[in-house]
């Protein structure tokens, strides 16, 4: 139960942004940088999965089924995420994820327990067979994920704005000499000697 639970947070994590999680935006973000496209589609898929394959897990409701979903989202954090840090988790490697898919085909080996609504059902399946098919359902879910997000082109980048009409850059002048100052005080006071012979003149 407390497995499933668990689960169920991480999914919550991807689909709601509840418990400090990323939401649907920031998933799909992380999951468009790994490579699985159309990234929205697959983060709601890995959402989905780890919610309700946790709920049914908590439930003790088609295990083997609940065990094969998240086996698959497990394998493939692997595989995109972790596989290339090593195992231990301190160098942020796979082995919390190992472990989960090791205590996943332990409950299918050994079953839900009494407790559970398949015993109450009487459609309990369990055994080292079970466990075994389990693990092979959730592999080939995997790697069917990985592979259609292989084959998904990736998002065009949007258009940039179209550029404006070029503006024209007026020449520069100083200050002083839009005031009339420094330099505009020899044209002046030539053009008013040239007013003062023009008056002499006539």
């Known amino acids: 139960m407390i497995i499933g639970v668990l689960f169920m947070g991480h999914g919550l994590q991807k689909l ?5 999680g990323p939401g649907p935006e920031g998933t799909a973000q992380m999951f468009e940088g790994l490579g699985l496209r159309p990234a929205r589609r697959h983060a709601t898929a890995a959402g989905v999965a780890e919610t309700a394959g946790g709920a049914l897990l908590a439930a003790g409701f088609l295990t083997p089924v ?3 979903t998240l086996t698959s989202v497990m394998a493939t ?15 942020k490697g796979y082995e919390y994820n190992l472990v989960l898919i090791g205590a996943l085909l332990g409950i299918a080996d050994t079953g839900p327990g009494r407790l559970s609504v398949d015993a109450a ?10 466990a075994v098919a389990q693990l092979a359902a959730g592999l080939a879910g995997s790697a069917a994920a990985i592979a259609i997000g ?3 082109e990736a998002p065009e980048p949007e258009p940039e704005p179209a550029a404006g009409p070029p503006q024209e850059r007026k020449p520069y002048r100083p200050r002083f000499a839009q005031r009339g100052g ?3 005080a020899p044209a002046e006071a030539e053009a008013e000697q040239a007013e003062a012979q023009r008056e002499a003149s006539s």
């Open 66 to 68: 609940a065990g094969a």
């Open 150 to 152: 292989k084959r998904a």
């Open 182 to 184: 420094p330099a505009t």
């Open 77 to 91: 954090a692997i595989h995109k995420v972790h596989g290339g840090n090593g195992p231990w988790n301190t160098s």
């Open 121 to 130: 059902l009487g459609i309990e399946q369990s055994g080292p067979a079970v």
């Open 16 to 20: 709601k942004g509840w418990f400090g």
